[in-house]
């Protein structure tokens, strides 16, 4: 995992579903600021809002974003109060009603960490510029 971290002009917080369209344009502008291609901004937007609509559905108190470029990827960090993720999963059958979301964030992204931070959990994906 990358050691460098974002300065705070590179994140911002939410704390309810009415966040996650702001969480959206956030992501699409920062990536497409850092030189992310179109198609991967829209790879990039859908595994934080998979990410940050898991945050809101099983964690209380929301969560942090950031984003920023390092050595040939965009790395974005989601934080949240939440334990550990199940990565690693199989892809739910199509009529699951629910779990896809971590599934789809790791098809998407070239890579998916995650981690323990003081009061909760960091997820980081990467996606090659």
Avoid: K
């Amino acid at each position: 995992m990358p050691d460098q971290q974002p300065t705070d002009t590179d994140g911002m917080s939410y704390t309810e579903p009415d966040d996650l369209r702001r969480v959206r344009t956030f992501v699409t502008e920062r990536a497409r600021e850092l030189g992310l291609p179109p198609a991967r901004i829209d790879l990039l937007t859908l595994a934080v809002s998979e990410l940050t609509t898991n945050t809101l559905q099983h964690t209380g108190g929301g969560g942090h974003i950031r984003v920023w470029a390092e050595d040939g990827q965009l790395i974005c960090d989601v934080v949240d109060g939440g334990g550990p993720r199940p990565f690693g999963r199989p892809m739910p059958a199509a009529e699951a009603i629910r779990g896809r979301g971590l599934a789809i964030v790791e098809r998407v992204c070239d890579s998916v960490y995650t981690t323990d931070v003081p009061g909760g959990t960091l997820v980081r994906i990467c996606l090659h510029l």
